[in-house]
């Protein structure tokens, strides 16, 4: 894609221009914006790039295994995988509200990259895919009372004390015009066209106080729905997929006994930037089949539903 080669061209000349011999750590979160903006960086200055990739204890299942192997076994890119799970689990016990949790979250990020900004031997960037509906996404909710819809990107500047300026090659770029990106730097496909997953994770598919028996729930429901959706050959015709975890356990019966257990509720959304979703029309012979795959699979839930709100009025997370 001539287009895309040449802003390639163009965006590492402008990475040169801004980093000069300075060193950059880059936050890798395993989605596809971090991933194609490391790459893009290290294409334009190498070795002085090294990337963080953080586990928060709010990831998918295997999902930190996969990044990290994906990124040793394709670049050359120094990777330190921090493994804060015991942090940031331990900072959101007893909170629920879904700003506080953004909040915490993101703080807690700024304090993990600073500390290795500074084992790496001081280094004076720090690196984001941060895109451009992530940008005005964040502007158009600023105005509201200290409300930001996506606190956690730090749009528009990271706290003063971080000392730390930003790279963020990706800020005029749209979600597909990454992947086109991501295409022409060569990364697999399979990676490319991974569904997006947002920065605080899994906290914000689990609404009220999250606990690590409900995430363990949560990643096993989400593994069964998401494997649903592959065989079922549907996967890239969705935006994004998961499973959110309800603050409610409901009664149900399961042989001859009673069970008392968590909720869950389904989403699938059609998409082209995030800014606007449909829920995707599922068969009712899929949702049958992936409920009772659910129920069966996954201990802790006996409850199956499906989200069919739009965006808007609904976001496409549950927090
Ligand atoms: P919403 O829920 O706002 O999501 O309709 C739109 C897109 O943005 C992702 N999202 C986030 N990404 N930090 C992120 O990095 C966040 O705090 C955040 N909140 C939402 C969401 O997954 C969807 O792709």
New binding site residues.
């Given amino acids: 894609d001539w287009t895309m080669g040449a802003y390639r061209e163009e965006a590492i000349r402008k990475i040169r221009e801004q980093v000069g011999d300075a060193k950059v750590i880059c936050g890798l979160?395993g989605?596809v914006d971090s991933s194609v903006a490391a790459v893009l960086i290290h294409e334009a200055i190498g070795d002085q790039l090294t990337c963080v990739f953080v586990d928060h204890g709010l990831l998918r299942l295997n999902e930190a295994e996969e990044v990290v192997a994906m990124f040793r076994d394709n670049y050359n890119i120094p990777l330190i995988h921090a493994d804060e799970s015991d942090l940031f689990l331990g900072a959101l016990e007893g909170v629920s509200d879904p700003e506080v949790k953004?909040k915490t979250i993101g703080k807690l990020f700024i304090d993990v990259f600073q500390k290795h900004a500074a084992e790496v031997g001081g280094a004076e960037f720090l690196a984001q895919g941060t895109l451009y509906?992530?940008v005005i996404?964040s502007v158009s909710f600023s105005g509201g009372p200290s409300v930001t819809?996506?606190?956690?990107?730090n749009v528009g500047g990271l706290p003063e004390k971080m000392g730390l300026k930003l790279v963020e090659p990706l800020r005029e770029l749209f979600k597909d015009e990454v992947r086109a990106l991501g295409h022409e730097l060569g990364l697999p496909a399979s990676f490319i066209g991974r569904?997006?997953?947002?920065?605080?994770g899994l906290a914000?598919r689990c609404p009220g106080e999250i606990s690590r028996e409900k995430l363990d729930i949560l990643r096993k429901a989400d593994a069964v729905y998401i494997d649903q959706i592959r065989r079922h050959g549907l996967y890239d015709e969705i935006?994004?997929a998961f499973v959110a975890i309800l603050p409610v356990r409901t009664v149900g019966v399961m042989g001859d006994g009673r069970t008392y257990d968590y909720a869950c509720a389904l989403r699938a959304v059609t998409?082209v930037d995030?800014?606007t979703?449909d829920y995707y029309p599922f068969t009712h012979d899929f949702l049958g089949e992936t409920a009772t795959r659910i129920i069966n699979e996954v201990k802790g839930i006996n409850r199956v539903t499906y989200d069919i709100t739009s965006?808007p009025p609904?976001?496409?997370?549950?927090?």
């Fill in positions: 979160s989605g953004r509906p992530d996404e819809i996506k606190s956690h990107h569904h997006p997953f947002p920065g605080p914000i935006w994004q998409s995030g800014m979703a965006k609904g976001t496409i997370e549950w927090e």
